[in-house]
Nanobody, 115 residues
């Protein structure tokens, strides 16, 4: 299994970014996937999840209405569209796959939101 995130960067408050996570080494369409983030000195937290079919998504209140997770079956890629970004969204963002109670993580992509 390999997960490779991209799309992070520096953006001003109120701006947008779209993160991508390309997945290889497993049957992409069979598994739910998720995005997490971790800011310095803080625990890693879930920011979005999507079912294997892409029909159902979920978000914590902190990002609901601003972030949107999606997946593209033929590209084996999940996305995180982030709008109305705030300085508190600054963190390293990771995609995660769980298979048989084992978690796989990408290397992460840094998102920095300036005020």
């Amino acid at each position: 299994v390999q997960l490779v995130e991209s799309g992070g960067g520096l953006v001003q408050a109120g701006g947008s970014l779209r993160l991508s996570c390309e997945a290889t080494g497993f049957t992409f369409s069979n598994y739910a996937m998720s995005w997490y983030r971790q800011a310095p000195g803080k625990e890693r937290e879930l920011v979005a999840a999507i079912t294997s079919t892409g029909i159902t998504t979920s978000y914590p209140d902190s990002v609901k209405g601003r972030f949107n997770i999606s997946r593209h079956r033929s590209k084996s890629t999940i996305y995180l569209q982030m709008n109305s970004l705030k300085p508190e969204d600054t963190a390293k963002y990771y995609c995660k796959l769980r298979v048989l109670q084992r978690d796989f993580w990408g290397q992460g992509t840094q998102v920095t939101v300036s005020s």
